[in-house]
């Protein structure tokens, strides 16, 4: 499976932006999409992640109410959308995919894209 991420770039403090994630390879094989974020010189953080047929989603406290994650099997895209951007979401944001049921630790995914930067201005 290959990932990768479009759609980061430099936002104002307030605006929204959208992320996709393309899939490409053996996609059949996808049962969780997550988001996570790598500030920098910080560790990578979970933002959230759609699971499974019935795409149960889990969001990190930081983000919830804010953030949506969502997929299009069809297109083997996913999406994660942000509103009300703070400074604090300045990073990089990877899509990673998981072969089973997985949550907020970055070791349970198998695949991950090579990230796209998000810079929020204040």
């Known amino acids: 499976v290959q990932l990768v991420e479009s759609g980061g770039g430099l936002v104002q403090a307030g605006g929204s932006l959208r992320l996709s994630c393309a899939a490409s390879?053996?996609?059949?094989?996808?049962?969780?999409m997550g988001w996570f974020r790598q500030p920098l010189g910080k560790e990578r953080e979970f933002v959230g992640r759609?699971?499974?047929?019935?795409?149960?989603?889990a969001y990190a406290d930081a983000v919830k109410g804010r953030c949506t994650i969502s997929r299009d099997k069809a297109k083997n895209m996913a999406y994660l959308q942000i509103d009300s951007l703070k400074p604090e979401d300045t990073g990089v944001y990877f899509c990673a995919a998981a072969g089973k049921i997985a949550a907020a630790r970055a070791n349970d995914y198998d695949y991950w894209g090579q990230g796209t930067q998000v810079t929020v201005s204040s």
């Open positions: 759609l699971a499974g047929t019935i795409n149960f989603t």
């Open positions: 390879g053996r996609t059949d094989v996808i049962v969780t």
